[in-house]
């Protein structure tokens, strides 16, 4: 990394982490960034906001100017306002899943979105197969960031194989280690009566994944080998360890020493200890060890303080010790195999000559790693970012937190479907089974299962798009041609024929069905039905029925019928041109529900036929429309349904329904297929925070814990429903924005679907 042309230097940076005397890993990192940057350049100012565990208080020394409460998101809002407000240059995050409070540490990403200065982000946890919500999270955070920093250079090519990050985005710069002493700065040996042993180390926080009762298990072979051998494990209880269970783990491996005679060969210093006194015991170790049981772990300040003493150093194979102990710098021994520890142990301990040429390799490849070195690499690093930064402010604010969003569930559509099919209402979240059924939501319910089983194709899937095409088989009238709509719960259709839209929704959900289907039996009846039931959407009114036909025809992509599919839209480009000025760009005299399927039609359509000015008209129409439906600071704002609204009325802003917004979000996703302009796209992603709290109650309307969409905004609270309309509708949104990152993107995983 170096600086290719002049850039004006920072000369206030915030960093976001846990902080001392808070102890964990990250704490301990930020605390040692932050010296060392101090130290390496005294005219900056560096600042620290300390991110607090749940139901703990820290006595945080001064340098920590604000403190967020771990699970509170107000804040991480509040922090955004004080930072920006504090005229920083850059923010520095330390990133880790854990210390940040939401589903994978979320609500650090509405800290990000409204801060108007780069960013760079230290990432201490990179998952090769990240759950979603993991997954989201960090794509999150590299989107918004000038630039990453790995400590690893398999990092580095996670980042790039699963996430599809940048390679200029990402930093490697090492974990910062104390510069080496000669000897401890007191007679640490001596004052532990360990004067003459052959001493093996480990330490850092104790937790059951550190393995350490591997290590016990390895001494009685070592001392019949070494006698002099001593295994000394410093550091305290995991505090979030010690808060479920105690000390039960260290009492374990007490225990377990006790138990194969090795008890006074085995030292326990359990105290959180400062860097200076972790160097003294660094200095006075003959061997360290790291036993650990995940094999996943991307880096480890433990190991790097170890290597950079020049210790001999044995490890299991994890990602971060391969790479740091390659070339012989340390041995890999396999996970769990105390024989294996016990073997090279010795080997280590009885050829002086072999333990110390390990060492000095260490020692020759941490040259870089110490502290001033780190952050002279953080400094022109953090330089470059605040130098090519252009203004953050506008972009930041368009910048929409796709790790806010729900996870993809199928969770409440399941609760809410039965053998029959998908029942229209809930009471809060429970069926409600006195308001029956009805095809409209059935349909849907197909659409939802079709677009679902092209992200994650499941016999789950499978099931529940059989019984949606099964109700959409029952419910067509072959008397009339007409599709009925309303079923009660004992099954008894309430009409000959439903609406006209219920009737282009069927349509809709078939030609999905075929084009996903295929030749399978669900395909061919899908299509049976298609054929017997099209025709009869010349004889309608409805312009959304219309629209909703016209999304079949496009699904089913056949000549056949794109006659009469170019016949609907010629009526729908029609009734625009004949009702529309140029303060009402519309297609009726009212706007009313699922409006932004009008002119999604046009532009679909008009371009699959080849006709430019009807994907325009499409276009100015959705352009008027997102006018109508934003509020004055350009947040969506859907047309309420407690009426119509009619030219020349004011809009009703009550009630606001899902359904809306995802048919929206739905529009935009279409304009921005057809015209590749990501002012689209910038809008989808916009309309569906509506979900998740960006409304003017400020409220989500998403659950988390069922996967549901609750069912409106009222003038003063979210209505507690969660039906099947607003579930939906929920679930359709997102699964479109999922499949608009297609191919680039595979996502991990449909949550909880086989586990029903």
Known sequence: MSISRSFPSPKKIAIIGSYTPRQCGIATFTSDLRAALNQAYPNREHFVVAVTDSGQ??????????????????????????????????????????????????????????????????????????????????????????????????????????????????????????????????????????????????????????????????????????????????????????????????????????????????????????????????????????????????????????????????????????????????????????????????????????????????????????????????????????????????????FRIRGDWPPLSLDHVRRLTDDTGIIQHALYDVPNRSEGYCTDDNARAMILALEVRRLYPSAAVDGMINVYLSFLAHALNRENGRFRNFMSYDRQWLEGAGSEDCHGRALWALGTAVKHLGHAGGGKLAKQLFQESHGACLAFTSPRAWAYAIFGHDQLGLDCHRELAQVLCERLYDLLLRTRSPSWNWFEDSLTYCNARLPQALILAGQWDNRPEIVQAGLDSLEWLTFIQSDLGGRIEPVGSSRAFRRGETKPRFDQQPVEVASTVSAYLTAWRVTKDPVWMRRAEAGFEWFVGDNFLGLPLTDLKTGGCFDGLHPDRVNQNQGAESTLSLQMARTELLLSEQPAISPPGLRSLEAK
């Not at 589903?103 to 108007?116: D, F, I, T």
């Not at 001493?199 to 070494?226: H, Q, R, W, Y």
């Open 57 to 398: 208080r820290y006595d945080y020394p001064p340098e920590v100017r604000f403190e967020i409460r771990q699970q509170e998101i107000a804040d991480y809002e509040a922090c955004a306002e004080f930072l920006n407000r504090e005229k920083i240059d850059l923010v520095c995050v330390q990133h880790e899943y854990g210390i940040y409070g939401g589903p994978a540490g979320r609500h650090l990403l509405r800290l990000l979105s409204k801060l108007n200065v780069p960013v760079v982000a230290t990432l201490h946890t990179i998952l090769e197969h990240p759950n979603e919500d993991q997954f989201c999270v960090m794509g999150t955070i590299a989107d918004v960031c000038e630039s990453v920093v790995v400590m690893s250079r398999h990092g580095a090519d996670i980042l790039q194989r699963q996430y599809d990050i940048c390679p200029h985005k990402i930093e490697f710069i090492h974990h910062g280690v104390p510069e080496p002493r000669p000897s401890p700065s007191v007679n640490l040996a001596e004052s532990l009566s360990l004067e003459g042993k052959q001493i093996i180390l480990t330490f850092g926080l104790l937790s059951p994944d550190k393995g350490i009762e591997v290590a016990i298990d390895a001494m009685p072979a070592i001392l019949n080998a070494c006698p002099d051998a001593h295994y000394l494990v410093v550091g305290a209880t995991h505090p979030h360890v010690r808060s479920h269970s105690g000390e039960a783990y260290r009492e374990s491996l007490m225990e377990r020493a006790i138990g194969l005679g090795v008890q006074d060969h085995i030292s326990f210093h359990n105290r959180f200890v400062s860097l200076d006194e972790l160097v003294d015991f660094l200095s006075i170790a003959d061997l360290y060890i790291t036993p650990y049981h995940n094999m996943q772990q991307i880096t480890s300040g433990t190991l790097a303080y170890a290597l950079g003493s020049g210790c001999a150093i044995i490890s299991t194979p994890y990602w971060y010790a391969q790479e740091l102990l390659a070339e012989d710098r340390g041995v890999i021994v396999p996970r769990q195999c105390a024989s294996a520890i016990s073997d090279e142990a010795i080997s280590l301990l009885v050829n002086e000559d072999k333990r110390m040429a390990m060492r000095k390799r260490a020692l020759r490849y941490s040259d870089g790693m110490s502290w001033p070195s780190v952050a002279t690499r953080y400094g022109t690093l953090f330089q470059i970012a605040a130098g090519i930064s252009s203004p953050i402010s506008d972009s930041r604010r368009e």
